[in-house]
């Protein structure tokens, strides 16, 4: 496994709210975009000493970029080279990184800014399609249409991006099976090297949850297995429970999310794993913005210090994640063997030596499996 250091800067605007969305974003809240970049500077500052203690990053490049959000392209093109003046700054060029992926939605990535992000050297690009029908997409409450989507896509081939993400969404309301396989094929008719698919998870505090919409399980399954087979067939690697690959173009961020490896993230709610910590700032645009501006340090919304026990746990959960599943030495294999053996006789998983992997098929059940190791 290699070892990989990764980055994670955490932009929290939006344009507006989507009817499903419960990350943290926050839309209409752009005044505060120039005052965020400033705590975003002070906790880089803080943190790129300890990125000195990790002698390989900077000679050998393990080191991936992650600017995630809300929406980081919506910020202005002065904001954004801003943005990568502080990267560049306080760790290293971007076009050092091993990869360096940037989140997009469709109606605000403008050709402007698709060229900064070129010549910055931003490698990834992920696009949030969600569904190839405008009807839907009216429900889901995002703004782009399918045809905006199209040109944006375009307009990034154009620039020579080479390696493109898709989000796509299962079990929608008022989604059948037909409408949901005909986003996939669109999707996989325009070639990208990577699609994620998430199913519909309704969640406290958003419209739809207002609404009382439910989640179609039922339906979200037979979503994911069409998917799966398709996508298989179209030369995607299912490499993770949600995400498939060309091959070669596994998203090198999340494996090491996965791999339990190490990474820092930087900005409200961004969340940190290293020297055996795990540590997430404030969900609080107001406190994040004070606490930085104050103290010089962000204020937490959690932190512990992992014990023996919690990381082989993590590593177990997190790496059955993967489809090649994980390798446990043997310690944790006869630590955590009751489990496995009655995950293994009601033929949830697949064990072979000291690997073991959940089966394809029941990749659905997932959450339910991974509880057994908690
Ligand atoms: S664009 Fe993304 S982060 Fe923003 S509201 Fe919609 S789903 Fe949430």
Known sequence: MTHILGLYIHIPFCKSKCHYCDFVSFPKQGRFINRYFKCLEIEARRISPTISLFPFTLHSLPFTLYIGGGTPSLLSPAQLQKL????????????????????????????????????????????????????LLKKLGRIASYECFLKTFGNLRDAGFSNINLDIMSGLPGQDLGDFNKTLETAVNLDPEHISIYALEIHEGTQFFRQKIKENDILAVKMYESAAKKLKAAGYLHYEISNFAKPGRQSLHNLNYWNCGEYFGLGCSASSHLNGERRTNTKNLKIYLESLSETGAPALEYSEKLTNAQKKTEKIILGLRKTEGIELNRNIFIEFKEQIKKLNSEGLIEVSGLRIRLKRRYFYLSNRILQEFV
């Open 84 to 135: 990568f003046a502080i990267i560049e700054k306080n760790f290293q060029p971007i076009r050092n990184f091993r990869e360096s992926a940037f989140e997009a939605n469709p109606e605000s990535l403008s050709i402007e800014k698709i060229r900064i992000l070129k010549r910055s050297g931003i490698t990834r690009i992920s696009l949030g399609l969600q569904s190839a029908n405008n009807v």
